[in-house]
């Protein structure tokens, strides 16, 4: 008997428009930023003071089957370079560039 196992790949991305998508600012804590096209993460000053921005994104799992055997998953983020954020904005972006993603619930 020959057993046929199949493989499923599946892309998740967030969508930006449903509202899953913020980032916070310390200098503005509860006023979260619904939506943006880009995710920020950043470490500036505003006004002369350090202030922070964390992007949050909600990848809806959905799709996987319960009970599905996950071989791999892979997370690619990009710099968006027709914005301001990434790399085409006026200001240059300087420093170290590592980052840490955190599971939120």
Known sequence: MIW??????????????DG?????????????????QDMTAYAWTCGGTLCTGRGFFKIGLESIPEGATIDSAKLFLYANTETAIGFGGEEPQTGNKSGYIYRVI
């Open 4 to 17: 046929v196992q199949s493989q499923t790949t599946v892309v998740l991305q967030p969508h930006y428009s």
């Open 20 to 36: 899953n998508d913020t980032y916070i600012r310390s200098n503005l804590p509860v006023t979260p930023i619904i939506g943006p």
